[in-house]
């Protein structure tokens, strides 16, 4: 069982890292393509530039809406049959997590797809929806941060412990 237990922190660490750094990736590279800002003519949202890059479902699904969700859910039942030490920085790290999936279920996931697909948006609209989207994102990159720090600390006293 010690061995699942290392295995699944394990993978849940490096999904952790990945998701982090993809995070930040898409927002430094790839979001300004869909919300860019002129001086002369202020912030523009791009729908068809995110509806052709598809982030959600050329990454993002493979990454964390599937697995990083299952680690995170499969973690928080395996996470009571740890030593105490381990235990409070793995529960401090699945508790960042479901911050970030609730955030990415209740409201990331589907305001994408309404300023992805709603036509009905005024162009005004579209960039208050997206403003916005981008200034929440910087909260859920903090809850993946410390998820990601923490599961590292919980990883790195289950390998003291033994």
């Known amino acids: 069982m010690a061995a699942f237990n290392s295995l699944l922190l394990a993978l849940l660490l490096i999904n952790l890292g990945i998701a982090f750094g993809a995070g930040l990736y898409e927002s430094r590279i790839t ?40 680690l995170t859910l499969l973690s ?33 996931i589907p305001t994408m797809l309404t300023l992805m697909n709603n036509q009905t948006l005024s162009a005004s609209e579209a960039v208050t929806k997206a403003t916005q989207w981008v200034n929440l994102g910087y909260v859920r990159h903090a809850a993946t941060l410390a998820g990601w720090l923490a599961a590292l600390r919980a990883f790195s006293v289950m390998s003291r412990l033994g």
């Not at 869909?34 to 052709?52: I, K, M, Q, T, V």
């Not at 990454?63 to 969700?69: A, C, N, S, W, Y």
């Not at 049959?81 to 970030?100: F, H, K, Q, S, Y």
């Open 31 to 70: 979001l300004p393509q869909w919300l860019s800002f002129s001086p002369e003519s202020g912030y523009r949202w791009n729908a068809e530039a995110a509806r052709d890059a598809n982030v959600g479902l050329r990454f993002w699904v493979y990454v964390t809406t599937v697995p990083l969700t299952l």
């Open 76 to 108: 928080l039942v395996v996470v009571w049959r740890t030593p105490m030490e381990v235990r409070n920085w793995w529960l401090a790290a699945v508790g960042a997590v479901l911050i970030d999936r609730v955030m990415t279920f209740a409201y990331f």
